[in-house]
């Protein structure tokens, strides 16, 4: 499974991007999909989650009415809209894919990963 990541760039604040992930190698609809960031120094974090239907979602805290992460199973991809973008939003958005059912939140059980986007969001 491969799974390729882009979208990033650099913006000001209040600013809106979309990330995109396409994944290939293995059917996408049976894929949990998730989004999570790294900024310098920090560990890998979640934003959000999506299940493989895509009728359920999981956001941050601190990324909630702001992101939204939806996906095409028929497009192999998924999205994540970001808007409102905030400086300490700043930092490598990866993707990644675990095969089965539920919404996953916690890193350890991501089983492919994407190789990250670089989001810069100036003050």
């Known amino acids: 499974v491969q799974l390729q990541a882009c979208g990033g760039g650099l913006v000001e604040t209040g600013d809106s991007l979309r990330l995109s992930c396409v994944v290939s190698?293995?059917?996408?609809?049976?894929?949990?999909m998730g989004w999570f960031r790294q900024a310098p120094g920090k560990d890998r974090d979640f934003v959000a989650a999506?299940?493989?239907?895509?009728?359920?979602?999981l956001y941050a805290d601190s990324v909630k009415g702001r992101f939204t992460i939806s996906r095409d199973n028929a497009k192999n991809t998924v999205w994540l809209q970001m808007v409102s973008l905030k400086p300490e939003d700043t930092a490598v958005y990866y993707c990644?894919?675990?095969?089965?059912?539920?919404?996953?939140?916690?890193?350890?059980?991501?089983?492919?990963w994407g190789q990250g986007t670089l989001v810069t969001v100036s003050s």
């Open positions: 190698g293995r059917p996408f609809s049976s894929y949990g």
């Open positions: 999506i299940r493989w239907s895509g009728d359920t979602t």
């Open positions: 990644g894919a675990r095969q089965g059912q539920g919404v996953y939140t916690r890193r350890d059980l991501y089983e492919y």
